[in-house]
């Protein structure tokens, strides 16, 4: 099993910045973060992959988000850059202890969720 905590998540103005963190109870291979907004689907956001850093982003932050992480500290991180309104959402941190899924995104296929932290960005 994996805990997984989701922190940084707060309310700001279109434009701002906000930095997620996620810490895990152990090691995984893959992490990515989530977004869900009120009456939408959960949908990917960003992945990394262990072997060589990799990094996938969906389109719709593509240059303005940056995931990173930190694996002797067993954290995840989501610089969020240029908020926009509809950045609004509940984000959360998700793991799985073999090769990121293809395609990515698939949110069934990860095994591990925090319990997610709210951004809100008004414009």
């Known amino acids: 099993q994996v805990q997984l905590v989701e922190s940084g998540g707060a309310s700001v103005q279109a434009g701002g910045s906000l930095r997620l963190s996620c810490a895990a109870s152990?090691?995984?291979?893959?992490m990515a973060w989530f977004r869900q907004a009120p009456g939408k689907e959960r949908e990917g956001v960003a992945v990394i992959y262990t072997v060589a850093s990799s990094t996938y982003y969906a389109d719709s932050v593509k240059g303005r988000f940056i995931i990173s992480r930190d694996n002797a500290k067993k954290m995840l991180y989501l610089q969020m850059n240029s908020l926009k309104p509809e950045d609004t959402a509940m984000y959360y941190c998700?793991?799985?202890?073999?090769?990121?899924?293809?395609?990515?995104?698939?949110?069934?296929?990860?095994?591990?969720w925090g319990q997610g932290t709210q951004v809100t960005v008004s414009s």
């Open positions: 152990r090691y995984t291979y893959c």
């Open positions: 998700a793991a799985r202890d073999f090769n990121c899924p293809a395609p990515w995104a698939s949110r069934f296929s990860y095994n591990y």
